[in-house]
């Protein structure tokens, strides 16, 4: 990974999300899956505590790269366009899973509910002190986002391997923007564009009924 990391910046990950959204605020999928591949490099140059999560998004983003080159590519431009696309096909299981275990509708889902994750982590990471406990910090984060979708074992799993997490100065050193105080000041310009692209994502699921997927 050395090579790959050398190169990394969070900062162009993080605008990535900014290129989104289109004129009509429809959510493009190719840009949406380069954020991620970025948010998954972040997650791994931080060892591998992140990796039962990290290898999760991995397969994700793999199926719907798969649905982009399909035939069917032109329906997965956008979230809405695939939205539109498998619900009046009924290519999503609305109940539970059955005929279409990996739609592109529960995967986005679940990329969805963990950049929840990270934008609340990074966010207090970006506002909180520079002695703050980075395992409260994601723990919190996880607990108001990620873990009312998980099993109770899991959740004890990730409680425990988030206490092995680096300090925040290493967090913030690891965004490869400069000192820790400029990756705070980065975060703060940057953050908005997660915010936004996720907002946009949950009122169109909201509006369609599938936050709630199986």
Known sequence: ??????????????VSFKQCLNEKEEVLLDPYLAGWRGLVRFL???????SFISKDLVTKVQILECLRSSPQQEHYLSLQSMVAYEVGHQLV???????????GCRTVLRLHRALRW????????????ED???????????????AAYHPWVI?????????????RKAF????NVGSPEQAVEMLGEALPFIEHV???????????ALLDLP
Do not use: W
């Open 155 to 167: 959740r004890q799993a990730v409680s425990v391997a988030f206490c092995a997490l680096p300090s």
């Open 44 to 50: 791994n140059s931080l060892g591998t505590i992140f």
């Open 198 to 208: 996720y907002s946009v994502s949950q009122k169109l699921y909201a509006e369609h």
């Open 1 to 14: 990974m050395g090579d790959l990391e050398s190169d990394f910046n969070l900062k162009i990950v993080l």
């Open 132 to 146: 703050a406990s980075t395992a409260t910090l994601c723990t919190d984060s996880y607990n108001a986002s990620l």
């Open 93 to 103: 299981d609305l109940q539970r899973r059955s005929r279409h275990p990996d739609s």
């Open 172 to 175: 913030l050193e690891a965004m």
């Open 118 to 129: 990270l934008q609340l982590f990074l966010e207090g990471l970006r506002t909180s002190p």
